[in-house]
């Protein structure tokens, strides 16, 4: 196989053990004799053909979120970076839908999240991202109709990804040896754009992103983007855009939209006129912003969405509100 001994390398520096990695290889294998380019190998393999065949696997309950991961990994490995992104879209979308489910019933109970999820058909690991808005738009429909709209954003503003507390514990101990807020925000917008410099220079993905030094200067300009800019006691956050380097060069606004959103139960129903998943959706990403600030600040904040492409605008904001106990205080040590 093509770059098989690079994939042997890489797996090993993620920790995955020889068995799984001879198991990748085997369903790689079988990808590379359904969908192999002109030169023979995966390296020139058109998009569509991969995608088919993910999507046969798909039907038949076969394409889980290790074997997706395992191509995405393979397509990094051999430069083929436009398929890797596209199938790391597949994965972000996988069991978000569930696990706001079994949120809904922590917070409301198990005959509320029944009457919500009834009739929701949710695609099963493998399906392409634009198979879930249906599914997603259904869910946000039922949720409010059923708790109204602020009983709703509650269900839907957390850490849906199961983010760790350890991915951001490196900032708790930033933030408990900075002099303020402010000191940190700034350290904290200073060290992303350090990290996006590295991806530019070496050309490596950061995430699903194509990393540019078009990028890296955005961003350093914007002290919002991947920061925070503190007004009083709310801290504004700006997203990096999910294509940052085409959106920032794009002149069409449904593709700016487009291209901004990092959500593929709702990106692709985007066009001039709106988009098919109403905006209360996007308190799922304010959840996901506000993880961070919950693990530095060291206790549970509150997260509003000023701005979303989902409800017409170029951008997603969010508005952060910092907590009373620190305001007073000054920190929680």
């Keep these: 196989m093509h770059g098989e001994k690079a994939f042997r390398d890489r797996c090993r520096a993620r920790g995955l053990d020889e068995p799984s990695t001879d198991t990748a290889i085997s369903r790689i294998a ?3 004799a359904a969908a192999a380019g002109s030169d023979g190998t995966l390296a020139t393999a058109p998009l569509a053909a991969v995608e088919r065949h993910l999507e046969g696997l798909a039907s038949r309950g076969e394409a889980g979120e290790d074997l997706v991961m395992a191509y ?11 398929i890797a992104i596209r199938l790391l879209a597949y994965l972000n979308p996988v069991g978000v839908i569930p696990a706001h489910a079994r949120r809904l019933a922590a917070l409301e109970g198990s005959a509320v999240r029944d009457r919500v999820m009834a009739g929701i058909c949710v695609p099963p690991p493998g399906s392409r991202p634009e198979a879930y808005p249906a599914a997603a738009a259904a869910f946000v429909r039922a949720l409010e109709a059923e708790l109204g709209s602020e009983r709703a954003r509650r269900v839907l503003a957390w850490n849906v990804h199961g983010i760790p507390v350890a991915a951001f514990a490196d900032e708790r101990e930033f933030f408990l040896a900075a002099k303020s807020i ?6 904290y917008h200073a060290r992303q754009v350090e990290t996006l410099a590295r991806h530019a220079a070496d050309g490596t993905l950061w995430f699903e992103q194509r990393i540019t030094p078009r990028v890296v200067g955005f961003v350093r300009d914007h002290p919002e983007v991947l920061g925070g800019v503190r007004d009083g006691d709310i801290i ?3 997203k990096i855009p999910y294509d940052p380097d085409r959106w920032l060069v794009s002149e069409d606004r449904t593709e700016r939209r487009r291209l901004a959103c990092h959500c593929p139960l709702a990106a692709s129903t985007i066009d001039g006129s ?3 998943v109403p ?3 996007c308190a799922c990403s304010a959840g996901y912003e506000k993880f961070k600030y919950d693990v530095v600040f060291g206790v ?7 701005e979303s492409v989902i409800a017409g605008d170029e951008r997603c904001r969010f508005a952060i509100r910092i907590p009373g106990q620190l305001l007073k205080t000054g920190s929680f040590r």
């Excluded at 402010?182 to 350290?187: D, I, R, T």
């Design 30 to 32: 079988e990808l590379e």
């Design 72 to 82: 995405a990994r393979y397509f990094t490995v051999i430069g083929n970076d436009g």
């Design 182 to 187: 402010e000191e940190w925000l700034e350290g």
């Design 236 to 238: 504004h956050e700006t």
């Design 274 to 276: 709106g988009a098919g």
């Design 279 to 281: 905006a209360a959706w």
């Design 300 to 306: 549970e904040t509150e997260a509003l969405v000023l």
